[in-house]
């Protein structure tokens, strides 16, 4: 037989082939070598702990030993420096902006204060500051703010945390929102901590434990962006038995009798809507093709060939190209305008519900003190609760409407009817008691003048804070501190 280097002397073409098969071999062994890498990386993340986590471990920094990317793209959430045209991480006082809803929320907590949320990392000590939580409140305002919840449900059973005092659980909530809340320590796989939503699935006739892992990645953010109230002895209830629109919702509530608080002004029966970004969700197109709250929230981020859910929990707008155009071929510029122009629409009617609720409030009043009776009033009233109660299904939940636009206009031109057809019937009320109309009503432009009217005492308010802030606070937090040094020693 010919040796290769006789060959090639015969056929000097071979060299080139023999050298450029080897290039294509190595190269091929290399792409696989790399995806081997790859894979048992990911694969680490999941199942390699440094040490292994206990079961309600709710400091996220010894979560953060095994997950150091995770965590350190979580503590992100610190950052309060976005800004979009309506949301972002700033704090944004929205009775500054809005002086209208100190009217619309007289005789409740939220005309104190009410701001524009944050990052998960502040929601701790957000929820301390608020001039809301000067009224005593019940532990279960703590249920979606905290790790160590489901450590405290754990120990005091769930209806005894939820019938224990906010005050009272102070010392013990001390962890932001965190790794505890969404992952099983044993394996990271998600699950839900949070026993009302399990609830609401299974008066819905579902198991909460049949979800997909596509549906996981909205169901953890559903244990707290959602509509939820304090039922018997504050036990928290997601008032989903008839469905997931304003509507449903209304007469969930109507069919309950629940009213969250009589109004200030106008005495009517009033319902406040929390944050139902769920619910939104899940009327909008978005949800319809099965893309999840993380996909747009939480997108995979690469670090060095690894790639992992990014944890800084955020605006879209922030990141649009590791949010949007993994699906979208569209420039970051016209994703950001369709944005705006979908929540411009939404703010628009939004807007003209609002000054026509706040005026409602206030003419009602008026007809009050003109002698009007339980009798001449009750049809009003129940406009009045039904129409700010839509008002607020879209006010109240976060995206001004992006999350499901069709189904955000729907509803506050809903809003809008109910109103203007309680001023119709208002008129009639005037006219029975002779109030000469065009009625004239309270003028106010700030926040300050419309917490005047309704009759907030803020300074009093503000000190009252100030002192549980220079007292009772550090005392929560050295009880806190002590306990989690006597919590670290059984570990080691
Ligand atoms: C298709 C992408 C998409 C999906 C899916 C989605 N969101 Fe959003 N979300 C957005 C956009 C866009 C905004 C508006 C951000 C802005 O205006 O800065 C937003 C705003 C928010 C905000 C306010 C952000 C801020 O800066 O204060 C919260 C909270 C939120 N979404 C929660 C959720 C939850 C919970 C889900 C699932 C139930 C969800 N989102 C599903 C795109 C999405
Ligand atoms: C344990 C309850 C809880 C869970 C679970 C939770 N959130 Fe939140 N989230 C909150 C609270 C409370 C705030 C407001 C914090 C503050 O303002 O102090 C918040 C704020 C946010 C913000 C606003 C951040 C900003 O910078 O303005 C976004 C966005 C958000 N959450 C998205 C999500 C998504 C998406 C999920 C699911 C992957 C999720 N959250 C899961 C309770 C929760
Ligand atoms: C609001 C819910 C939420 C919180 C809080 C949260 N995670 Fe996650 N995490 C997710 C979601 C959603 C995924 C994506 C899971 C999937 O699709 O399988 C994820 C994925 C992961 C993974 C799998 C690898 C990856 O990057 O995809 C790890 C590890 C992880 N998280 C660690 C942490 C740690 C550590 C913390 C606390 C610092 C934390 N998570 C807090 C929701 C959360
Ligand atoms: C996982 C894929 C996915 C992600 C991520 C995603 N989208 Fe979409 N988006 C879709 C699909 C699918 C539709 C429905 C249209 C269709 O089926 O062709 C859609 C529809 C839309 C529409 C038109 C419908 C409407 O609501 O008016 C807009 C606008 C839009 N997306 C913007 C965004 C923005 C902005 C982001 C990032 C914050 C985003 N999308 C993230 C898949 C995605």
């Known amino acids: 037989m010919a040796t290769i280097k006789e060959l090639s002397e015969k056929k000097p073409w071979l060299n080139w082939v023999l050298f450029f098969g080897t290039v294509i071999i190595v190269f091929f062994l290399g792409l696989f070598a790399a995806s081997i890498v790859e894979r ?81 990392y502040y929601s701790v000590y957000d929820i301390q500051k608020t001039l809301r939580t000067v009224q005593p409140q019940p532990a279960t305002c703590w249920t979606c703010k905290s790790t160590d919840v489901p450590r405290m449900m754990n120990e005091l059973g769930v209806s005894g945390f939820y019938s224990s005092t906010w005050s009272g659980m102070g010392s013990e909530i001390i962890n932001p929102i965190g790794c505890q809340d969404c992952h099983d320590p044993r394996n990271m796989t998600l699950r839900i901590t949070r026993p009302a939503l399990a609830e609401a699935f299974e008066r819905q006739g579902r198991n909460i434990h049949d979800a997909t892992h596509q549906e996981m990645r909205s169901l953890v953010c559903a244990q707290c962006h959602v509509e939820y109230y304090f039922g018997e002895n504050n036990y928290l209830i997601f008032p989903w038995d008839e469905g997931f629109s304003a509507v449903d919702i209304e007469n969930y509530f109507d069919n309950h009798e629940f009213t969250d608080w009589v109004h200030g002004l106008s005495r009517a029966p009033m319902l406040k809507a929390q944050h139902p970004d769920y619910e939104h969700y899940k009327t909008g197109i978005h949800a319809e093709r099965g893309v999840s709250c993380a996909d747009c929230h939480m997108p995979y981020k690469r670090e060095g060939g690894m790639k992992f859910t990014d944890h800084h929990l955020q605006s ?11 699906c979208h071929r569209e420039s970051a510029e016209t994703l950001r305008q369709n944005v705006y122009d979908r929540q411009d629409k939404v703010s628009e009617l939004r807007r003209i519900a609002e000054r026509h ?65 309680a001023r119709v019937l208002l008129t009639r009320v005037f006219s029975k008691y002779n109030v000469p109309q065009p009625v004239e009503l309270p003028v106010y432009s700030t926040k300050q003048e419309a917490q005047q009217l309704v009759g907030l005492d803020m300074e009093t308010i503000q000190q009252q804070k100030d002192k549980f802030l220079n007292t009772v606070l550090p005392v929560w937090l050295e009880e806190a501190r002590i306990r989690e040094e006597l919590y670290t020693h059984p570990r080691e």
């Open 40 to 120: 048992r990386s990911e694969a680490q993340m999941y199942f390699q702990m440094v040490e292994p986590i206990p079961e309600f471990e709710p400091r996220n920094e010894i979560w953060g030993q095994n997950f150091p990317r995770q965590y350190e793209s979580y503590r992100q959430t610190l950052d309060t420096t976005f800004e979009s045209k309506y949301y972002g991480s700033v704090m944004i006082d929205y009775l500054e902006k809005y002086p209208e809803l100190v009217i619309m929320w007289a005789g409740y907590a939220f005309a104190r204060d009410y701001s524009q949320g944050r990052g998960h």
């Open 316 to 326: 879209p707008l922030n990141n649009i190209e590791g949010s949007c155009q993994v």
């Open 357 to 421: 609720l706040a005026r409602l409030h206030l003419e009602a009043k008026v007809a009050w003190d003109a002698g009007a009776t339980q009798e001449d009033m009750e049809e009003i009233l129940v406009l009045i609760r039904h129409s700010q109660w839509r008002w607020d299904w879209v006010a109240a939940a976060n995206s001004m409407g992006f999350h499901s636009p069709n189904e955000s206009l729907r509803t506050l031109a809903t809003s809008i009817d109910k109103a203007q057809e």
